[in-house]
């Protein structure tokens, strides 16, 4: 069973953390009272937030099967090989959403330097990539990985995934945690999808129809928008993201069938493989990954769990008097918690 945010493990795994108090501290929010539950949590975390001025690099990485995607390199003037985190976007964003461009944006602040990846045919990289972006392309983690490795050889790296990024995090430590472990010591995800049929699943239900019918337009909208795919659209259209993961995502994707293409891609199976410290943050409230999925998900000690009553899904806007008690700068809780980490490893 998975540990609430007081009830941390205690085990001989603790010592191989890169801070011996990393994760320990005990996590709360409480939502400001205008948006009190998931639902409008989410919406508003979505979309109540200020564009950050764009000052990255953007560096251009070749994938070992010849595709390409683009991430958004941020370096603070007076770094000088220190840690950086690797943030990792999910389904229908990119490097321009909210939380990445204000999380960045903190993170350089705190002199810490932070990459913004653009998954493949995503953002900068939706007109360079031949293929599309599904969950099965964890490995493409991997390798950015391997390129910042390269890159910046004397530096650690903390990987930080949202929402289905988060959840390609998690498979991408339990696939290749030995082939990365030299650079990467610790990660960071936040309301990861680990069983993608059950959170389909539950997005066709009750108000969740709306995420569900949200995600399909948009989905459509990207599959309009790029010729590769152009003659893969039909008359007869997605209604839910079940369906456009069976019409699109699997065959796109080279998988036999949508049951294929979750089972390949979903990381509860696979938890018991991840050897690097990684933090999982997750909302009981939230309406598109239900925290039930952990309820019964095979941690071990070295994934430290935090589940919190409120936040929704990525939205955790806190009250005036949650934000005093940790000393938040604006109401993106969620924000200053992944900072907070990091720079306690530091």
Same mark, same amino acid.
């Given at each position: 069973?998975?540990? =609430?945010?007081?009830?941390?493990?205690?085990?001989?795994?603790? =010592?191989?953390?890169? =801070?011996?108090?990393?994760?320990?501290?005990?996590?709360?929010?409480?939502?400001?009272?205008?948006?009190?539950?998931?639902?409008?949590?989410?919406?508003?975390?979505?979309?109540?937030?200020?564009?950050?001025?764009?000052?990255?690099?953007?560096?251009?990485?070749?994938?070992?099967?010849?595709?390409?995607?683009?991430?958004?390199?941020?370096?603070?003037? @007076?770094?000088?090989?220190?840690?950086?985190?690797?943030?990792?976007?999910?389904?229908?964003?990119?490097?321009?959403?909210?939380?990445?461009?204000?999380?960045?944006?903190?993170?350089?602040?705190?002199?810490?330097?932070?990459?913004?990846?653009d998954q493949r045919g995503c953002g900068a990289?939706?007109?360079?990539?031949?293929?599309?972006?599904?969950?099965?392309?964890?490995?493409?983690?991997?390798?950015?990985?391997?390129?910042?490795?390269?890159?910046?050889?004397?530096?650690?790296?903390?990987?930080?995934?949202?929402?289905?990024?988060?959840?390609?995090?998690?498979?991408?430590?339990?696939?290749?945690?030995?082939?990365?472990?030299?650079?990467? @010591?610790?990660?960071?995800?936040?309301?990861? /999808?680990?069983?993608?049929?059950?959170?389909?699943?539950?997005?066709?239900?009750?108000a969740n129809r709306f995420y569900d019918k949200?995600?399909?337009?948009?989905?459509?909208?990207?599959?309009?928008?790029?010729?590769?795919?152009?003659?893969?659209?039909?008359?007869?259209?997605?209604?839910?993201?079940?369906?456009?993961?069976?019409?699109?995502? +699997?065959?796109?994707?080279?998988?036999?069938?949508? @049951?294929?293409?979750?089972?390949?891609?979903?990381?509860?199976?696979?938890? /018991?493989?991840?050897?690097?410290?990684?933090?999982?943050?997750?909302?009981?409230?939230?309406?598109?990954?239900? +925290?039930?999925?952990?309820?019964?998900?095979?941690?071990?000690?070295?994934?430290?769990?935090?589940?919190v009553a409120g936040g929704g899904h990525l939205?955790?806007?806190? =009250?005036?008097?949650?934000?005093?008690?940790?000393?938040?700068?604006?109401?993106?809780?969620?924000?200053?918690?992944?900072?907070?980490?990091?720079?306690?490893?530091?």
């Open positions: 069973m998975s540990q =609430s945010a007081n009830e941390i493990p205690n085990s001989d795994a603790g =010592s191989s953390y890169a =801070s011996e108090q990393w994760g320990r501290n005990t996590l709360h929010f409480q939502p400001v009272r205008f948006f009190p539950n998931g639902h409008l949590q989410t919406i508003s975390g979505a979309y109540l937030w200020r564009n950050v001025p764009h000052r990255a690099i953007d560096r251009t990485v070749v994938l070992p099967d010849g595709d390409q995607l683009v991430v958004h390199d941020d370096c603070p003037d @007076d770094w000088d090989t220190r840690r950086l985190v690797l943030l990792v976007h999910g389904l229908g964003g990119a490097h321009d959403s909210g939380y990445m461009q204000r999380i960045s944006n903190k993170l350089v602040n705190a002199g810490i330097r932070a990459v913004r990846m990289g939706a007109a360079i990539a031949e293929g599309p972006f599904h969950a099965g392309r964890f490995a493409d983690i991997a390798t950015v990985v391997e390129c910042l490795g390269s890159w910046h050889p004397n530096s650690k790296i903390t990987v930080a995934g949202f929402s289905l990024g988060g959840a390609m995090t998690v498979k991408m430590l339990a696939e290749f945690g030995s082939q990365i472990e030299h650079w990467v @010591d610790s990660a960071i995800v936040v309301s990861p /999808p680990i069983d993608l049929l059950r959170c389909s699943q539950g997005l066709s239900q009750g949200r995600f399909v337009r948009s989905l459509m909208n990207h599959v309009r928008k790029n010729p590769r795919f152009a003659s893969k659209i039909t008359e007869k259209m997605p209604k839910s993201l079940y369906e456009f993961d069976a019409m699109f995502t +699997a065959p796109l994707g080279g998988f036999s069938s949508v @049951d294929e293409y979750y089972s390949f891609s979903s990381s509860t199976h696979d938890l /018991p493989k991840i050897q690097i410290p990684t933090i999982l943050l997750a909302a009981e409230d939230d309406p598109i990954v239900p +925290a039930k999925i952990y309820d019964d998900a095979p941690f071990t000690d070295v994934v430290r769990v935090h589940r939205g955790f806007l806190a =009250s005036k008097s949650c934000r005093t008690q940790h000393d938040d700068r604006d109401w993106h809780w969620m924000d200053w918690r992944v900072v907070q980490w990091v720079r306690q490893l530091e």
